[in-house]
């Protein structure tokens, strides 16, 4: 996981709100997606839990500071909220994370549309990318088995051709 230090602004009934050290915890990414996953991904969902205000769009975000490897100061492993979880019932926070840890982008932003479509596109892609199977082409999602995100899915699996290392547990989880 990593741990991103954040500031800049947003904006909140027209009213800009500036915000500095904001913390985010996100799954492992390439790094040239950090700052992206973060603006597209992460602020708007955490940022509204932590100032109680909705986040109607971001000015500005720099990122300050990452720390890979994160974890908190009790020493407990977290993992992305995915793992261990259904795919056909994953919140939008579960798909945010999902998305982010295998570079699956076609998954739709947070809140962007509904969450029954985002969850039918997480599907398939998690189908096609990672577990490497092929979908008909009249697939029909609520008649598709559900299955779990496995927990051994926290190692990346962000280079292509990489899951099924991750999944045996012959991949470490670094960069190769």
């Known amino acids: ?23 985010i915890i996100m799954p492992d990414c390439p790094d040239e997606w950090i700052k992206a996953n973060c603006i597209n991904r992460c602020f708007s969902r955490m940022a509204e839990k932590v100032f109680k205000k909705r986040i109607d769009s971001i000015h500005s975000l720099y990122v300050d500071s990452v720390e890979r490897d994160y974890k908190p100061k009790d020493g407990k492993e977290i ?31 947070y809140r962007e549309g509904d969450l029954r479509r985002a969850r039918e596109i997480a599907y398939k892609q998690y189908c096609t990318k990672i577990a ?11 008649a598709a088995i559900d ?16 899951a099924d290392e991750v999944f045996s547990g012959r991949d470490i989880g670094e960069k190769v």
């Open 1 to 23: 996981m990593l741990r991103v230090k954040c500031s800049g602004a947003f904006r909140n009934n027209k009213e800009m709100n500036d915000f500095e050290n904001f913390e």
């Open 79 to 109: 993992k992305p909220s995915c793992c261990g979880k259904k795919i056909k019932s994953l919140t939008w926070d579960e798909l945010q994370d999902l998305a982010m840890m295998f570079s699956l982008r076609e998954i739709p932003l």
């Open 132 to 142: 490497g199977q092929k979908l008909a082409e009249d697939f029909n999602f609520m």
């Open 147 to 162: 299955f779990v995100i496995p927990d051994i899915a926290v190692k990346r699996a962000e280079y292509k051709g990489n």
